[in-house]
Structure formats: structure tokens, C-alpha cells
């Protein structure tokens, strides 16, 4: 198996076209690199990278690895980003209920056990058909949506 590091020393082998300028960038040294693609190319069965005098260049297989790599390591940060961001989202917890006197008491000590920080917290109050509406449509109007 292939990591996703070594898909992200591919693509910044062959930004750079150079595996001494792509190890200075990113901060590692030529042989870290020179084994990566080792390790991937036998992984694969096939050469990314013909050398020459002035650096490296992708061959065929190598640009159709780099396109589906260039995708998954697109993929990957980007659920990093939606999913380190969604830490700092509270998550929502609503209650509708009737005009009771101890549901209200059971909703504030909820709150109190499970702390005001980590939710969004909300209540409504009404009539059965209310409560049963809200139960029926409020799940899928507050369903957060996440675009690219």
C-alpha cells in the first residue's frame, strides 16, 4: 500500500522536477526521497520518474499516478479541514415538547449535566401537533451542508 506521504514527495518531486530541490523544500533529505519513490515504484510495478543530468522527468504511468494522486491528497486535506473545523462547530441539541411543567425541569437539568459549551442548546414549547412537526422536519432544515 502506498502512503500519503509518499504521494505528497511524488507531487513535489515532480513540481520541482528535481529530487534535490523537492528534499530542500521540503525540508528532508535526497535519500528520504530517493526511497519513497523506490518504495512506490515497486509498490506499483512501474517507473514514475526518468532521471537525467538536469533532474527528473514524469514518464507516461508517472503523470497518470501523479492525476490520481494529486486527488487523493486533495481529498484528504480537505477532510482534515472539514473535520479539524467541525471541532470548533457545537453540536446541536434541541428538545420540542409540550406545555409541561416537568419537561421543562428534565430539559435545565440536562443542560446542567452535560454543560452549556459543547451544544447548541435550544427548546420549544407548544401543542402535540407542534411537537410532532418539529420531531417530523426539524432533523432534516438544520442538517448542516458542506461545499468544496
Known sequence: MISLQNMKYMIEISRH???SAAAKALYISQSTLSTAIKEVELSLGIQLFKR???????T?????????????VEQAEYLERRYQHQKSIPMRFSVSTQRLPFSTM?????????????YDIAIREGPTHEVIHDVATLPQRNRRHVHQ
Not at 110 to 115: M, N, Q, R, T
Open 106 to 118: 428534565s430539559f435545565i437539568k440536562i443542560i446542567d449535566e452535560i454543560g452549556l459549551d459543547r
Open 17 to 19: 522536477q528535481s529530487i
Open 52 to 58: 537525467n543530468s538536469r533532474g527528473v522527468e514524469l
Open 60 to 72: 507516461y504511468e508517472g503523470q497518470d499516478y501523479l492525476n490520481h494522486a494529486r486527488d487523493i
